[in-house]
């Protein structure tokens, strides 16, 4: 071996690309104290070294070992190179580690579960998938793990890439495969019907396991509050004896999306303090949401209160998720103290202080804090374009919105949304440009959707434009005839408004034929919730 000439080792693949390889070492230099190795080394050595590298937090350090294995021409056996595949995808390096696996002259079921998991770890979807098919194409037979990182890349890869119904086939896999049940494979299971929207499914795998997991549930609940399926969601977390603060987070967040069940979030926020639990970041995130929905700024103020008392305070989320808070409850002030108390902010919190500005009257204050926030070095997002926009609106400074439109795409490559092009014919209706608005409409490189027409329309209401309202109307119409009952109460004010009362008549006619009603408006109130 003290004598070996280096064109003597075996040809690696690893040696062409490994840049350890290039290094000429000697072998006293590879060998350290802690290596434990001896001139002798055998088998048993490499695999004792490498194992107590892969322990360590400095795995890299391994790389010695594998640069002492290629320079000596020692051939390692099956388990010392999977754990040299470990040592790699430990220190994320998935191509070496790939590299020894294809040196393998009949690779292990586990070396095809660690090179597909590290594939995975790394985002390397397609190549997974390419390897579990080679696995299979060998003979070998997938285990539960297999299955669950099948599964995993299902949820976290690309739709186009992967088989549709990959759960269902794969499902009916471990059923063919006999597989003893696991709690784990059943959890990563239902976590990948949920998120490709089979809930059905989810829900049947979840009723089959003997000992439901808080991790499983938890999937469970935020499923169901997705679809809107608050029973279901309820049924299930009344049903989970071991519960923790992701659990109750997931009611608390499910709940916080609407006005109807938003004070039930507050009640289950109280009822996991009164088990003990600690809220964290997304627990104090869901119930702030939950006030901004209810209007209820009292209790929000509350919320701050204990927040001020945790290590949480000064968390950005939470900053931006005050600042949103307090706008939509018409607290611009405090909101405006909430941002600048904030010790770091990024484009969230400055687009909802912009927006809040917007919403609360306050337009100037919002294109100033809009430029500010340029100065600042933070890149506008798409939200933030529309609330600046918006601003330009209300205060009637369609040019400057016009600017501001134009430097979407020119100076930030964000491509407007039609949220963005009905913004903008809204800001050219409310100053009185109604044939600006007809010619942006026009000149729009996408076809104009329902709410384009009907920001039109609605100015055409304002300025009392009978002609073009009724242009306008007509494509609106066509688009959606019943889905949009307030552009035919805003048609028919714009003929009241003309002296045109037949046309009235007629489209009130419409309206009664076609079963179209709109809704009472109304206004929502804050007010002190019992809870």
């Avoid at 992967?162 to 009916?172: C, I, K, N």
Wanted: hydrophobic share 40%; proline share 3%; glycine share 8%.
């Amino acid at each position: 071996m003290k004598n070996a000439k280096l064109g003597s080792v075996r040809t690696s693949t690893f040696s062409s690309t490994c840049t350890l390889t290039t290094q000429v070492l000697s072998a006293n230099q590879l060998l350290q104290p802690n290596d434990d190795l001896r001139s002798h080394q055998n088998a048993t050595t490499f695999s004792l070294s490498l194992q107590r590298h892969i322990n360590s937090e400095t795995p890299f350090r391994g790389h010695t070992i594998h640069a002492h294995i290629l320079k000596t021409g020692f051939r390692p056996n099956t388990n010392i190179r999977i754990k040299l595949i470990i040592l790699h995808l430990k220190c994320g390096s998935v191509k070496y580690a790939r590299q020894v696996f294809d040196e393998l002259r009949q690779p292990t079921l586990s070396a095809y579960n660690y090179v597909i998991g590290g594939y995975l770890k790394q985002g390397f979807v397609k190549e997974s998938i390419a390897l579990v098919r080679k696995l299979v194409l060998e003979g070998e037979k997938p285990d539960a793990y297999t299955f669950s990182m099948i599964l995993k890349a299902s949820t976290c890869g690309r739709k186009s890439i992967l088989p549709r119904y990959l759960e269902g086939m794969v499902h009916a896999q471990i059923v063919k495969s006999d597989i003893v049940r696991d709690d784990v494979l059943f959890t990563v299971l239902v976590d990948s019907y949920l998120k490709s929207g089979q809930v059905g499914y989810a829900r049947r795998v979840f009723d089959m396991m003997k000992d439901k997991n808080v991790i499983c549930s938890t999937s469970m609940i935020s499923g169901y509050m997705n679809l809107g399926s608050v029973k279901n969601a309820e049924d299930i977390f009344s049903q989970t004896l071991v519960k923790d603060v992701v659990v109750f987070n997931a009611m608390i967040e499910g709940y916080s999306k609407s006005v109807e069940t938003a004070v039930k979030a507050l009640k289950v926020y109280i009822d996991m303090q009164r088990f003990d639990f600690r809220p964290n970041i997304s627990t104090f995130a869901s119930v702030i949401g939950a006030c901004s929905v209810l209007a209820g700024f009292e209790i929000g103020q509350q919320v701050q209160c204990q927040l001020m008392k945790t290590e949480f305070l000064t968390h950005i989320k939470l900053g931006s998720a005050l600042v949103d808070m307090y706008s939509k409850c018409g607290r611009i002030e405090d909101a405006r103290r909430a941002f600048d108390c904030m010790p770091e902010k990024n484009v969230f919190s400055w687009t909802s202080m912009i927006d809040g500005y917007g919403k609360n009257g306050k337009p100037i204050e919002a294109l100033e804090l809009f430029h500010k926030m340029k100065e600042c070095g933070i890149k506008p997002n798409n939200v933030t374009f529309l609330g600046a926009i918006s601003a330009c609106g209300h205060a009637g400074l369609a040019t400057k919105g016009r600017e501001i439109f134009d430097s979407m795409e020119r100076d930030y490559s964000i491509k407007p949304r039609m949220e963005h092009y009905a913004c903008m014919v809204d800001l050219l209706g409310r100053a009185g440009s109604l044939e600006q608005a007809w010619e942006f409409v026009m000149g729009m490189p996408e076809k104009p959707n329902s709410d384009v027409w009907a920001a039109l329309l609605s100015s055409c209401n304002l300025h009392g434009n009978v002609e073009m309202g009724r242009a306008v109307a007509t494509e609106l119409f066509a688009l959606n005839a019943e889905g949009r009952p307030g552009a035919y109460v805003a048609l028919s004010n714009t003929l009241a408004s003309a002296g045109k009362w037949d046309g009235v008549s007629e489209l009130r006619e419409a309206m009664k034929l076609r079963g179209i009603q709109k809704n009472t408006g109304y206004s929502w109130v804050g007010s002190e919730n019992s809870l």
